[in-house]
């Protein structure tokens, strides 16, 4: 892990249609670094109903699918 690096911590609430199907709304949680440790400092700016949390590498854009774009991740177009 790279001291320093920067997560996105996310909420992800399932909720099911009128229909039975299942989508994923997924909610701003708050932010993590890593410490030179190892460890993480984790700042939440909302708390999650079901007490779970997701943590992933911060992007700084994302395509419509929700993937990084590759201009986010570094690679030229």
């Known amino acids: ?26 909610v701003r949680a708050g932010s993590a670094w890593v410490n030179r440790d190892g460890s993480f400092n984790v700042y939440l700016d909302v708390l999650p109903l079901d007490g779970k949390l997701h943590v992933r590498e911060a992007v700084d854009k994302r395509d419509a699918e929700g993937r990084p774009s590759q201009a986010s991740e570094g690679v030229a177009a």
């Open 1 to 26: 892990m790279v001291t320093g690096k920067r997560y996105q911590v996310f909420s992800i609430k399932e909720t099911k249609a009128g229909d039975g199907k299942v989508t994923s709304v997924w």
